[in-house]
């Protein structure tokens, strides 16, 4: 075993060379041949050694933040404790709660509401806006600050800004609306329209996806485009028989980075609607929240974290087998 | 000649990486602990159970170095003062405040998992009773027996402190008081005498009050509500109850808390009247985002909008004050107590107050800060002067009426009611489940249908009352 226990190292000599055995016991002339000879580390198991060294800070970073905080939670889920007075074991019950448990259900409805809504708009719009900004249009470099800007801003931040712009009665949307003639809802304080935005203000964060689409769009050949030009082809034709389909496995990189991040909303919901009115805005992360640190019920709270990272998991599984029908890589062949 | 080895730039690379990750981890490193001078008489305590400790040692002198921690709210006026005093008093003791932020209850008992919870915790309501039944503050039974005279306890109003800071399961006394706030009810005296309607009085009633927020509703053009007859939070958990009581209900049976009281008669019949205040008549502001849509209480009621304000003293007090001190052409306005319900009058009587950590290295310490805060330096700088609330003990009533009442007596506004509120005996302190958080959840779920924009009817709280029945009966 190598120095830091892993697989040996290659030591296969340089071309000319014989190859070189480590551990070989090769007397040098002179000695004994009882008394191994020193060989020193080759350079490549020196480089090796290093590359592990500076990944180390990341590497026992994951270890106990992240890989050992999911273990801890995953036993937590077969637990009943508040961490304060103690650990129960419940086996299952905190599974089977969960299927008894109506806010649960709830939670999981209002999030899938959530991502059907948000990811297409998010994937549709940023497609838009990247687009037009791979055009040649004056100040292009400043539109495309401009459009990446709000994505940057803190998650708190956004929220309160929009909650004041989603005020019914001295709100910019409403006061927008009113100008040409439309009663605006009351937004975060109705029941029906509060799920809807806060998937308005969603796109609030295109900019991260346009720039994806942006640099997709610009690694397209643009030979492609000749070639389909000479061919008689229109610029619609062109768009969606050589750009989409060619920018396929970053719409497919937005679908699934965008998805994730729908399914584990919380932000908007904690601070401009605390899940309400009425849990219309109740997520899941939000309700997993609520388990844990308002009602210390942290072993159900887990079994509600392994819940959503298992229905996110099947997600992405299923969008992962189902690109093979409708993303295109370059140079793949397809039969 | 033998060659010296240069350094090439992979080695400069390497060696440099090396020396920022070895001064990254240097940074993250915790500093090295202050000389502390050998404790000579540290008290002792021992905790013999769950949320309570043993009897305390005789007091000591404080080891010299000792940090007192103190978690309240930020940008108060008077808390400097009252550490500086404290410390001057209490050489070696050094008082550390820590300001709260937003959902500070959370993040004082995810420190009380951590342990490393503040010494002293400034909460109030549920909260008592939710850290208590986590045993994560201490019985301060034992600390006001050894400490305190009969003079001196009497000195608070009893429904206030202690009753209201005492587990009634267990005993347990979970704090000291640091002022009460009291809800009443203020009013647009411009309004009333527009419309020829007396001004609210002592004797008024749930019918007075009604029939007066139907006559002070001002609609214009179109329908749009210019003024509206009243405003009571009834969306709030702790807000709607005083009426609740005042028909003789309860939220939480006072024999048993995990049983919810809101599908009984008395309760039903209190929500009703506000349910048709709400949406029959249509007199009160619809929600708060309306009230803060309108710009917040303080000109809401001043710029004549709502006509009477059911709020509390910390509102009244401070933002209508200040909101009347700032507006070009105020209102006159004048307080009342609260309309009498067919079972008597009630009001919301906070219970904030002081709560000492568990683990906390110094509780004697804690306990004689807490003590101190109750007394007069701070009550007048900070509760009276700065907040306009009541102080808890009745010797400091005098400071609330040279300070706030005689002001404001004359130019009409007699704020003379809270004190007199509470020698009337009338506000209680919340009620809490004994698992307030679930129980929240579903109390609020039901006040949004009943309150909010699906207008249900009241009978939502007695399948809310079922649900929780079951919250806190489920282990």
């Not at chain 1, 975060?188 to 203000?201: E, F, G, K, N």
């Not at chain 2, 003590?371 to 609330?389: G, P, T």
Request: hydrophobic fraction near 45%; glycine fraction near 8%.
């Amino acid at each position: 075993m190598g120095l830091t226990g892993l697989a040996e190292p290659n030591l296969s000599g340089l071309p000319g060379q014989r190859k070189v055995d480590a551990c070989a016991m090769t007397a040098l002339p002179g000695q004994s041949p009882s008394r191994p000879a020193h060989r020193s580390p080759s350079y490549r198991s020196i480089e090796e050694i290093w590359a592990y060294v500076f990944l180390s800070p990341w590497i026992i970073g994951f270890l106990i933040f992240t890989a050992g905080a999911m273990l801890f939670s995953l036993g937590l889920t077969f637990f009943k404790t508040d961490l304060l007075t103690g650990y129960h074991f419940v086996g299952l019950a905190n599974y089977g709660a969960l299927l008894h448990d109506e806010y649960f259900v709830k939670s999981l409805r209002v999030t899938a509401f959530y991502t059907l809504g948000a990811v297409p708009l998010n994937l549709v719009f940023s497609l838009t806006i990247a687009t037009l900004l791979n055009q040649p249009v004056a100040a292009r470099g400043l539109w495309r600050t401009i459009y990446y800007l709000p994505s940057v801003l803190s998650g708190v931040a956004v929220a309160i800004l929009w909650a004041w712009m989603f005020q019914p009665e001295f709100g910019l949307i409403n006061g927008a609306l009113e100008m040409v003639g439309i009663r605006g809802p009351r937004w975060i304080s109705s029941q029906t329209w509060a799920l809807p935005s806060l998937i308005i203000m969603s796109l609030w964060g295109v900019g991260g996806s346009m720039l994806i689409y942006l640099a997709g769009l610009q690694s397209i050949p643009t030979h492609l485009y000749e070639a389909a030009e000479i061919d008689g082809a229109g610029a619609r034709q062109r768009y969606f028989n050589i750009t989409l389909p060619m920018l396929s496995p970053t719409i497919f990189f937005n679908l699934i980075m965008n998805m994730i991040g729908a399914f584990q909303v919380f932000t908007g919901s904690f601070i401009m609607t605390k899940g309400g009115p009425n849990n219309a805005t109740l997520t899941l992360v939000l309700y997993l929240y609520r388990s844990s640190f308002e009602q210390f019920k942290f072993g159900y709270a887990s079994t509600l974290a392994w819940a959503l990272f298992l229905i996110i998991l099947l997600c992405t599984v299923v969008t992962i087998r189902s690109s093979a029908a409708w993303v295109y890589y370059e140079g793949q062949l397809r039969r | 000649m033998e060659q010296v080895r240069k350094l090439n730039r992979r080695d400069f690379l390497r060696w440099s990486a090396m020396a920022a990750a070895a001064s990254a981890l240097a940074a993250c490193a915790p500093a090295a602990p202050a000389t502390k001078v050998a404790v000579t008489s540290a008290p002792a305590e021992a905790t013999t159970a769950v949320g309570a400790t043993a009897a305390p040692q005789a007091t000591a002198a404080p080891a010299a170095n000792v940090e007192l921690r103190w978690a309240d709210w930020p940008d108060m006026v008077g808390t400097k003062e009252a550490a500086d005093k404290f410390q001057q008093d209490n050489p070696g003791v050094t008082v550390t405040f820590e300001a709260f932020g937003d959902s500070f209850d959370q993040k004082l008992m995810a420190q009380c998992v951590a342990g490393t919870a503040p010494d002293v915790l400034s909460i109030f309501g549920y909260m008592f009773f939710a850290f208590a039944d986590k045993g994560q503050i201490l019985d301060l039974k034992p600390f006001v027996d050894k400490n305190m005279t009969k003079g001196d306890v009497d000195d608070f109003f009893p429904w206030h402190w202690p009753n209201g800071f005492t587990v009634p399961e267990t005993g347990q006394l979970c704090g000291m008081p640091w002022k009460i706030n009291i809800t009443a009810l203020a009013f647009n005296k411009d309004a009333f005498d527009e419309v020829g309607v007396a001004y609210p009085t002592e004797s008024w009633d749930h019918a007075n009050y009604a029939d007066a927020m139907r006559k002070l509703l001002k609609t214009g053009d179109g329908g749009k509500v210019e003024r509206y007859g009243g405003m009571i939070p009834a969306w709030d958990q702790a807000r709607f109850l005083c009426h609740v009581q005042a028909y003789g209900g309860h939220m939480v049976d006072p024999k048993d808390r995990t049983k919810c009281l809101l599908g009984e008669k008395e309760a039903q019949e209190a929500l009703e009247w506000l349910r048709k205040a709400f949406w029959d008549d249509k007199v009160l502001v619809p929600d708060w985002g309306q009230v803060s849509n309108l710009g917040g209480i303080g000109p809401v009621f001043i710029q004549g909008k709502c006509a009477t304000v059911e709020e509390g003293l910390s509102a009244i007090g401070y933002d209508l004050i200040e909101a009347t001190k700032s507006s070009p052409n105020p209102i006159k306005w004048g307080v009342m107590h609260m309309p009498k319900g067919p079972a008597g009058r009630f009001a919301l009587g906070s219970t904030d107050g002081y709560a000492i950590y568990k683990n906390s290295k110094n509780a004697e310490l804690a306990w004689k800060f807490s003590y101190f805060l109750s007394q007069d330096l701070y009550q007048k700088a900070n509760v009276i002067e700065y907040q306009r609330q009541l102080p808890p003990r009745r010797s400091q009533f005098k400071y609330f009426d040279e300070i706030v009442v005689t002001p404001w007596q004359e130019k009409g506004i007699d704020m003379s009611i809270f004190t007199k509120a509470l020698e009337m005996g009338y506000p209680r302190p919340e009620e809490a489940f004994v698992k307030q958080q679930e129980s929240g959840v579903i109390l609020q779920e039901a006040l949004d249908k009943v309150f909010g924009e699906a207008r249900a009817p009241v009978t939502e709280f007695i399948a809310a009352a079922e649900k929780i029945n079951a919250a806190n009966k489920a282990s």
